[in-house]
């Protein structure tokens, strides 16, 4: 009896031992599909993240939704809800940045989509250049002008005085009579017999002919001048060349003047980028060019420039903003690698490109170490 309980109580440990082992096991798997199947019923979704925490395909289709709803409504505060979900400092520079990224990467004919997001940087006011050269239509070619009216005819029209019961007056045309009405000579009669007449005791002077009096000459009233779109425009932004810039191991600046509608340099006027970062004031570097700003340039990305303010204007002011400022090779792009100097033509630049020593992450050419050259103008 004693040998049957012990054994029975050791049969009773093992089961006891096998649970516990495998009790911890079970509860692991239990964990893992319940997580997996709370990810496929309710995946992860990101709520109000900022745009540096979403990839760029996200935040463009952020904006393209946004266009597409101001399209369709023509509400602005709508979209701007929409693009509430950016998380961004400035939604309308970032909707402008979005714009000419897309422009600039569309070869094709012009996209819905692009044109949308054209319209919605437009109405938030921070429409560029390119973005109305994008949606502007082709200027019409001119027509030929009419042929003059042939000459009058000798037709005389007579009006009669009667109407119609439909109220349209009559006209009648009456040609004129090929043969004239020759009048009959009157009958002499005899002249009477002149009788002498005495000399006035003076002279009557003979009044001179009137003059012609001078017609006025109209003159024209000034019309007034068009009020520009922004108070500064980018008349100038190009890419140093190789020479120019020191080689390849030489500056890596943006240098920006800015001056007045009459090509006067403007000394204190803020600069930034479309971050709302600011950036330097002209005439920092000495009043031996007062309308002088300079950026430095390193491997970060680059800039989008603009004018943030004038203490000349006493108010807010509105600017063009720049493409991208960049010292990598594959944004910068080859038009602007070829217009330097850097690549002789698209060809070479395309072999360079394709066979890894033209690209991103390689340091081809000038990476890293290139320059380029801005001006600002004021519109008045």
């Not at 402008?96 to 012009?110: K, Y």
């Not at 009959?184 to 003076?202: A, G």
Request: proline share 10%; with cysteine; charged share 20%.
């Amino acid at each position: 009896m004693t040998n049957r309980r012990r054994k029975r109580g050791l049969n009773i440990d093992r089961r006891l031992l096998i649970l516990f082992s495998i009790m911890p096991v079970g509860c692991l798997l239990a964990i893992f599909i319940g997580l997996a199947i709370t990810w496929y019923l309710a995946p992860t979704q990101f709520v109000n993240a900022p745009v540096s925490e979403l990839s760029q395909e996200y935040a463009d289709e952020i904006v393209i939704m946004a266009a597409a709803d101001f399209a369709e409504y023509d509400d602005v505060q709508r979209a701007e809800e929409i693009l509430a979900q950016l998380k961004v400092p400035n939604t309308a520079q970032y909707v402008s940045l979005v714009a000419e990224r897309m422009i600039r990467t569309n070869r094709g004919p012009i996209d819905k989509d692009i044109e949308n997001v054209v319209r919605l940087a437009d109405a938030l006011g921070v429409s560029t250049v390119s973005m109305i050269a994008y949606v502007s239509p082709p200027t019409p070619t001119p027509t030929s002008t009419s042929l003059p009216s042939p000459t009058p005819t000798n037709t005389l029209v007579v009006q009669s005085a009667e109407e119609t019961q439909t109220g349209v007056t009559t006209v009648e045309v009456v040609e004129p009579e090929a043969e004239a009405v020759v009048a009959e000579e009157p009958t002499p009669t005899e002249e009477p017999t002149p009788t002498d007449t005495p000399i006035p005791p003076t002279d009557t002077p003979i009044p001179a002919p009137p003059t012609n009096t001078p017609e006025p000459t109209f003159t024209p009233e000034p019309t007034a001048a068009p009020v520009p779109d922004v108070d500064f425009v980018l008349v100038k932004q190009r890419l140093l060349t190789q020479e120019e810039n020191g080689g390849c191991a030489g500056m890596h600046n943006i240098f920006v003047d800015v001056i007045d509608a009459a090509g006067n340099p403007i000394k204190g006027v803020q600069l930034g980028d479309t971050w709302n970062n600011p950036g330097p004031v002209t005439g920092h570097k000495g009043d031996d060019k007062p309308g002088r700003a300079e950026y430095d340039l390193y491997k970060d990305g680059g800039f989008h420039i603009l004018v943030k303010s004038d203490p000349t204007a006493g108010r807010e002011v509105t600017s063009e903003v720049t493409e991208l400022l960049s010292t990598d090779d594959w944004k910068i792009g080859i038009p602007r690698l070829i217009e330097a100097g850097y690549c002789p033509d698209e060809p070479t630049c395309r072999v360079l490109w394709n066979s890894g020593v033209f690209g991103e992450g390689n340091n081809s050419l000038c990476w890293g170490h290139y320059s380029w050259e801005v001006v600002f103008q004021r519109t008045w």
